[in-house]
């Protein structure tokens, strides 16, 4: 080995090595290093130079917080008023005791914006709470609308189912009587079909000669009905034939499906 290599296991390039081991030394230069830059920090801070707006935002703060001296000509003359410090405004000293505040505006908006964005704002939420009710309004009247509806469809079911039991209940009774033709067409129920288009075409003819007044299924009823107790005593609610108006009158409920619920 010449001299000129040097010895990698040698005591003199082992020293020349710097510690790097783990554990507690590391460790302890990284606080150093943390706390030194923690130091030219706080030593930068102090040495910025305050911008215009935070110097008088200081100077305002330290004036408010200090009370007026006697050196203030307006304090000077509520003295000789006989004002004394920390007394109350007025006669009776029930006045305000310390100064008005100052409000500094921040923005750059105009005297009175802020009462018209408030202003601005409840209008808006007004409006959100008329549109709510509204559509509310509107769900509900649609929910009734359509609770009519069905009732008035489960009604007319009802009437109409009524009526045929009132025609079925007619022709039996008449035919009992010895009557072969009923009062009117539909007293009686439509036998089939062909009496069915044979009914049609005398409507048709009827028609064209005169105008004719269309009954409802309601007033059919009322019709049988008053037919079918005035001539058979008989109320198909009841499905009872009574002896005679006064037996009919005494013992039946009324004379509609109302009144036998």
């Not at 830059?37 to 707006?53: A, G, L, V």
């Not at 202003?119 to 309004?137: D, I, M, P, T």
């Not at 036998?191 to 105008?211: C, V």
């Amino acid at each position: 080995m010449s001299d000129e290599e040097e010895d990698y296991m040698s005591d003199a390039f082992l020293s020349q090595l710097q510690d790097v081991k783990p554990g507690v030394s590391m460790v302890r230069r990284v606080k150093e290093a943390m706390k030194r830059e923690e130091k030219q920090k706080e030593k930068n801070i102090k040495n910025r130079q305050k911008s215009y707006k935070e110097q008088e935002s200081e100077s305002r703060e330290a004036a408010l917080q200090s009370s007026i001296s006697n050196e203030n000509k307006g304090f000077a003359l509520l003295q000789k008023m006989g004002y004394k410090a920390g007394q109350g405004l007025g006669k009776q000293g029930a006045g305000r005791v310390d100064p008005i505040p100052l409000n500094i505006k921040t923005d750059r908006g105009g005297i009175g914006m802020e009462e018209m964005k408030k202003r601005k704002a409840e209008e808006e939420l007004e409006h959100y709470r008329q549109k709510v009710r509204a559509k509310q309004q509107n769900e509900t009247k649609s929910l009734e609308d359509f609770r009519s509806r069905v009732r008035t469809e489960r009604e007319e079911r009802k009437i109409e189912g009524d009526l045929r039991k009132s025609q079925r209940a007619c022709e039996q009774l008449d035919s009992q009587k010895g009557i072969s033709v009923p009062r009117e067409d539909w007293y009686w129920p439509k036998a089939n079909a062909d009496e069915e288009d044979d009914g049609l075409k005398e409507e048709e003819e009827e028609e064209d000669e005169e105008e004719v007044t269309e009954l409802t299924s309601f007033d059919k009823l009322q019709i049988l009905t008053s037919y079918l107790r005035g001539v058979h005593f008989y109320c198909i609610w009841c499905g009872t034939t009574y002896n005679d108006e006064e037996d009919l009158c005494s013992n039946c409920p009324g004379d509609t499906a109302a009144d036998h619920e």
